[in-house]
């Protein structure tokens, strides 16, 4: 497809077959700009009857339905015979997800937009990932960027950084879960550490400026040689947190034996702020034996969650008090 100066750039596509031997090619068609990631773009389609000798002119099959464009297809024929159209809605730096569309009639209509992932945040698929495994399963491989600021304009907002998840539906794509990479990380001055634990405190054991909050979560990391980090994210009282909705809903309701759920996968990122910004000191470990040597993160910026979500935790208190500083140094990013 030849770029012209009101078409400056065409890419990240995909192909199919259809039954009747026809092949399409869909991709993104920048109407506007140079052509940069962030310009406008519509979906087009061409079309071979010849196994690729000439094409057809192009047409639309999608406008332009993000602030920024739409981009980046894939293209796949299901188990169930019919077609699956993904690609990315790009609003700002802080808002690009996945979108699905399905085609019953060999790619002449296709359905309305349906979102496959209702986190909010910046998420980047390359073209042509969607797959479906012998059993049935789709899987689409996102790259999930956190902000660096929240102006939605910027591009210093844009953290270049991704953790990898896997988006998958086991009902041709009705429905869609996120399934984490394997070992769950984070770095630390290039050092990584593994996330072995995630615990909910009420309140939170950390204040700010002596202020408390309703609830906190310790994500409790680890290194090769066994050192200690806890990331803390506090939880103040707002409109209700999907991510503890989802978690709430499968924990259980009273304490117990521990229970471990069949087919049930959760995103810890989902439950960081967009604002990285943190507090660090050396403390102990918040649960027996206490022990010392353990590094803390607070994350300055504190998360949603609603009252009702708050009165459905079980323990009125799971946390120790807080602890003096005991001439401790406080540094800050």
Known sequence: VTPTPENPRNSEGAFATLRSGRIIFCYSAYYGGKGEDHGPARLAQIHSDDQGATWSAPKTIVENEGRYNVMSVSLL???????????????????????????????????????????????????????????????????????????????????????????????????????????????????????????????????????????????????????LVTVVVLLREGNENPGIKQLWSHAPAKEGPEVQLEGVNFNPANLLPRELKFFTYDGSLAAPPCSENMRYYVIKEPINISREQIMQYPFKISSRPVQPQNGRPIATN
């Open 77 to 227: 024929r299901a188990a169930s015979g019919r077609l699956h159209l993904t690609y990315l809605v790009k609003n700002d730096w802080l808002d690009c997800r996945p979108y699905l569309r399905t085609s019953e009639d060999d790619g002449a209509t296709w359905s309305q937009p349906r979102l496959i992932l209702q986190a909010p945040g910046y998420f980047v698929v390359n073209n042509d990932r969607l797959i479906q495994t012998a059993k049935g399963r789709l899987i689409l491989p996102v790259a999930f960027h956190r902000s660096r600021g929240q102006e939605p304009t910027s591009s210093r907002s844009f953290d270049a950084r991704a953790i990898a998840l896997w988006i998958c539906s086991d009902d041709d794509g009705k429905t869609w879960q996120v399934n984490v990479a394997p070992g769950s990380k984070m770095r630390i001055d290039s050092m990584p550490y593994d996330l072995i634990s995630m615990t909910f405190q009420r309140p939170s054991g950390e204040q700010i400026d002596g202020k408390s909050f309703p609830m906190g979560i310790h994500l409790l990391h680890r290194d090769k040689a066994g050192k």
